[in-house]
């Protein structure tokens, strides 16, 4: 019996009927209710021949059925096993579902303070530096990722600094968040520039212009992926 409207696909009969509309489409049905009906696509690629289910007819409609196994039968003119490419994607699913997540900015700092702050001999210094960052720095990349945060963001937390009439702070914020970012750098292994460089802020390269005449200025050029990762610039 060959299947050509929903109709038909819904009443067939036991046994393994060809369904129109696509090639290499069947639907098969059980004998009893413990084995239901379920679409499956014939191919033949080089000397094997395969056959790759579609999901059960209660799931999958005609249609869907269909659009499958034309979908499958263009991976099988390119040369690629439909069966092997949908085992491929659904690893690929699975390994994106378990993938660690980026860690925002508030964690990677929270992460730096665990790290290095017992080593801070001030009574107040690891609250100093903390408060800091969520006064000044939250608010702008708490929630980014590290490849999230650009120049024009520390420009913005050193500016709200300034605003708040706090220069100096803006200078040790903009030096808390360097070391931060350098240490997120050198974790993850990512040969990418640090934002928060100090060299590549305004007050920095006044000084670098003055102190060093007839030099190239320092430019946002300077965040090139070759320099070594994790290496604050001094």
């Known amino acids: 019996m060959k299947i050509s409207t929903k109709v038909q696909a819904?009443?067939?009969p036991p046994g393994i009927h060809k369904v129109t509309g696509a090639v290499?489409?069947?639907?098969k049905v059980g004998e009893g209710p413990k084995t239901p009906a379920s679409w499956f696509y014939r191919y033949r690629l080089g000397d094997k021949r395969r056959e790759m289910g579609l999901g059960a007819r209660a799931i999958v409609s005609l249609?869907?059925?269909?659009d499958a196994a034309k979908e499958a039968a263009g991976l099988v003119r390119k040369g690629l096993d439909p069966i092997d490419e949908r085992r491929r994607e659904r690893a690929e699913n699975i390994a994106k579902s378990h993938a660690r997540p980026a860690a925002a900015f508030d964690e990677m700092a929270a992460d730096y303070l665990k790290a290095?702050?017992?080593e801070w001999k001030h009574k107040y210094a690891r609250s100093m530096w903390?408060?800091?960052?969520?006064?000044?720095?939250?608010?702008?990349?708490g929630d980014l990722g590290l490849d999230e945060i650009e120049l024009s963001h520390i420009t913005a937390i050193m500016q709200r600094a300034k605003d708040a009439g706090a220069p100096e702070q803006a200078r040790r914020v903009r030096a808390s968040i360097e070391a931060v970012l350098n240490r997120a750098i050198r974790a993850g292994g990512k040969a990418i520039g640090?934002?928060?460089d100090a060299r590549l802020h305004p007050s920095r390269r006044r000084a670098w212009a003055k102190n060093c005449p007839g030099r190239p200025p320092l430019t946002d050029k300077w965040l090139y992926p070759s320099y070594p990762i994790g290496v604050p610039f001094r």
Not at 24 to 27: I, M, N
């Open 10 to 12: 819904d009443n067939a």
């Open 24 to 27: 290499g489409l069947y639907l």
């Open 63 to 66: 249609a869907e059925a269909r």
């Open 116 to 118: 290095h702050g017992a």
């Open 130 to 141: 903390w408060s800091a960052l969520v006064k000044y720095a939250m608010p702008v990349i």
């Open 194 to 196: 640090n934002p928060a």
